[in-house]
T-cell receptor, first 116, second 114 residues
Framework: GAVVSQHPSRVICKSGTSVKIECRSLDFQATTMFWYRQFPKKSLMLMATSNEGSKATYEQGVEKDKFLINHASLTLSTLTVTSAHPEDSSFYIC????????????FGDGTRLSIL | DAKTTQPPSMDCAEGRAANLPCNHSTISGNEYVYWYRQIHSQGPQYIIHGLKNNETNEMASLIITEDRKSSTLILPHATLRDTAVYYCIVRVLNYGGATNKLIFGTGTLLAVQP
């Protein structure tokens, strides 16, 4: 089946640091990628949608200057959490979908971000 | 996207069939029903999707009622590794655009008991 790889799987860093998370589609071209965050015992919350080569579309309430998304190729999208603070600690999950109209989204295994 | 309603939790005995219901009474004619599951501390895993016909794959079967207002995901022989949160999501299937995103509800926590 389709594979989406997310890296790193876990990050612990100091407050004020910027953190970059990579999401790669390994065996298909991802025309659209999605970024979610998930707090403990809660459901996934969509943060933004990005199409290759264009600016990401952010969900209401998500700061685009805080969460920078780049989708420069059909196999790679990155999420950068800028000047991270403890309240940004969360489980970040990416998802990718190919170009076919009947293609489901496939998810990475997530990145657990802990800001001290 | 149409809203879905699922029971918050269910138990199932190992080896028995697990039947997970989902209510989507406001579903539109061009909205598909998708099922995903999330095992603790992992990303969601795609299971199956359908429009109006019943679907079956190596993981599960999806039964959609004739009026499409509800569906049931069936795991024919549940194992301990099937313990997870199961999400039922309805989504318009277009060639891109804002309506193509998956919006997750709270799902059903299925606990398979030995």
């Amino acid at each position: 089946g389709a594979v989406v790889s997310q890296h790193p799987s876990r990050v612990i860093c100091k407050s004020g640091t910027s953190v970059k998370i990579e999401c790669r589609s390994l065996d298909f071209q991802a025309t659209t990628m999605f970024w979610y965050r998930q707090f403990p015992k809660k459901s996934l919350m969509l943060m933004a949608t990005s199409n290759e080569g264009s600016k990401a579309t952010y969900e209401q309430g998500v700061e685009k200057d805080k969460f920078l998304i780049n989708h420069a190729s059909l196999t790679l999208s990155t999420l950068t959490v800028t000047s991270a603070h403890p309240e940004d600690s969360s489980f970040y999950i990416c998802s990718a979908r190919g170009g076919g109209s009947n293609q489901p989204q496939h998810f990475g295994d997530g990145t657990r971000l802990s800001i001290l | 996207d149409a809203k879905t309603t699922q029971p918050p939790s269910m138990d199932c005995a190992e080896g028995r069939a697990a039947n997970l219901p989902c209510n989507h009474s406001t579903i539109s004619g061009n909205e598909y029903v998708y099922w995903y599951r999330q095992i603790h501390s992992q990303g969601p895993q795609y299971i199956i999707h359908g429009l109006k016909n019943n679907e079956t794959n190596e993981m599960a079967s999806l039964i959609i009622t004739e009026d499409r207002k509800s569906s049931t995901l069936i795991l024919p022989h549940a194992t301990l590794r099937d313990t997870a949160v199961y999400y039922c999501i309805v989504r318009v299937l277009n060639y891109g655009g804002a309506t193509n995103k998956l919006i997750f509800g709270t799902g059903t926590l299925l606990a398979v008991q030995p």
